[in-house]
């Protein structure tokens, strides 16, 4: 029997890191030396920053790199080096540092307005028990609409990267047997979408891959429940048809 | 500054409708981390100004949420106001002189407030300059203190500073709008921008009735596309420039209207001198309305703001801008400059437009005229951003975070 699965929030405070860059050069002297929390900041947390955007803004490097030096062909590359949320922090920095290195020396030499400055920001999580727990894959699934969006990031995003291995709800799946809900968590996250479309994804993949393990439930149980059960299925399905008729 | 009644049920079961379930129960679970500590808020007014309009919720919030917080109101004479008043403006680049006069007056004051006030919370949460230094004189043993600076320091007068730095450095944590606005500090430092009230009256629903209503008794009905700057008259926000980018915008797009509107010039003689400055230079311009507004026009400038196609910020220099976020809230098309703030609200082509000239003002406003799904794009990523990151569900998480992390 696995323990039950403890739900968390997270805040997530921010402050100054001390390292700030105006060109290309000091961005790539700058990510060399920034903390893991810097990079978790500016790159890993746009999910957590954005999680009702359409359409995932890039990562503050390239965002700046684009506005603030005019430099798209850069600001692409770093795009595209921040793009994968599960990478962790160190292949992400390099991957950053290598596409930083790749930047043609015309570009290398723009500076910033002073204005414009890139000042670089840390993230220190604050962890929060929500009071509900799964003891089950099943009531993981269930619960999953109720969630902040904080709390779909911690879980299935910083709490792998920072090795919390008991906040990753992946692990504690695979580790519950139900490995295809994990995997199917894992792909959703590499997929690197905003964090609420991912979620409701997720949610809905999850759900259509319980349909069989509920079909067999429901066929064992007694005809009369089943009945009972079949009976108020319709009469859900019938007021959500009347809502959706008046609210048209 | 207009009083909302607090509606049925509270101000958390009304944010429930605009940030989810899901958002406040993990802000009560964080609440529930200060069980049994008691804030206590320190400002200089109850009325009037940005600080007071977020603490009258703020406070109802955090009590709402089960955080016993209580708002005290640091009293002063003229003397200590002016004292403060220009410390303000020095903090914020103007010269000003500072005499040890004027520092004994804010002593005085000091020591006479730190007897009087009720600082008996074991969080003591100090807004701004003027009440730093109750620390030096009523830090009980155990209890934790935070500096919350609402005011950008990057441009700060070091006599100021130097004057302010010791007592600043007595508290625990010290929080800032924005990382510009940081200056070099020994102590733990946070940022947490500030956030906009959605049911506030500058930002509540309007309908297409009232937005028509209002513009009507401001005798604009009917007469757009309207292009506007709601701003006080000050030459940081750069209402000369935005006449400059209109008459570049009127070139080509001849229907397009400018409407300048703000207050800050009846109680401001510099903005006084804006104002005329501005009033004469439209003369030349066919199209321009320059309105201004008394302090608490706050239905006028929803109703202004939501009856507008574009919405600029065109300004030098900026604090946080939170007129970006009011004008993103309601969905509006915005074309600011990226300075201070701004580009933290502004993400360029997803939620507005960032701008760094007259020219570029132009082209992004003539841009946004004939491109209705364009606006339509970007007002609604701009809404959901502001959801995200600037209403005060946010603030109150952080400062409740920020305590979280003292204890």
Known sequence: ?248 | MSEVAAPPGGWLARYESVVGSGTLRALEALARRLRGHRIVMVNTTKTGGGVAEILHRVVVILNELGVPTTWEVMEGDDRFFGVTKRMHNALHGHVEPLTEADKEVFRERTRIEADRLALDGDLIFIHDPQPAGLIEHRRLPGQKWMWRCHIDLSRRDEAYWEFLRPLVAQYDTAIFSHIGFVPPLDLPTYLVPPSIDPFAEKNREMDEDEIESVMDGLGLEGRGPWVTQISRFDRIKDPLGVLEAYRLVRKRRAAARLLLAGGGASDDPEGAEVLAEVRERAKGLSGVTVLELPSGSDREINALQRASTVVLQKSLREGFALTVSEALWKRRAVVASAVGGIPLQVLHERTGLLVHSIEGTALQTIRLLDNPDLRRELGSEGREHVRDNFLHTREVRDYIAAFVSLL
């Open chain 1, 1 to 248: 029997m696995i323990a039950p699965f403890c739900f968390q929030s997270v805040a997530h405070l921010e402050a100054p890191a001390g390292l700030s860059a105006s060109s290309i050069d000091g961005l790539r002297e700058a990510i060399e030396r920034a903390p893991d929390d810097s990079i978790f900041q500016h790159v890993t947390r746009i999910l957590a920053r954005h999680p009702h955007a359409r359409d995932l803004p890039g990562n503050d490097f390239a965002r700046w790199v684009r506005t603030a030096l005019q430099a798209p062909e850069a600001a692409e590359r770093l795009a595209f080096a921040g793009s994968d949320p599960s990478r962790p922090l160190a292949e992400v920095r390099a991957a950053l540092l290598a596409a930083l290195g790749g930047v043609p020396a015309r570009d290398r030499r723009r500076e910033a307005a002073e204005d414009a400055t890139f000042h670089f920001v840390r993230a220190r999580s604050v962890r929060v028990p929500l009071d509900v727990e799964a003891a089950t894959p099943a009531d993981a699934v269930s619960l999953w609409p109720q969630l902040d969006a904080a709390a779909v990031f911690y879980h299935l995003i910083e709490a792998p990267l920072r090795g919390d291995v008991d906040g990753s709800l992946a692990a504690w799946l695979r580790a519950a047997g139900a490995t295809g809900l994990a995997r199917a968590a894992e792909e959703e996250v590499a997929e690197g979408r905003p964090l609420e479309r991912f979620r409701r994804e997720l949610g809905a993949r999850w759900r259509r891959s319980q349909i069989g393990r509920r079909v067999a439930e429901k066929a064992s149980a007694p005809e009369a429940e089943r009945r009972r059960e079949a009976t108020a299925a319709m009469a859900r399905l019938a007021d959500r048809l009347r809502e959706e008729g008046e609210a048209r």
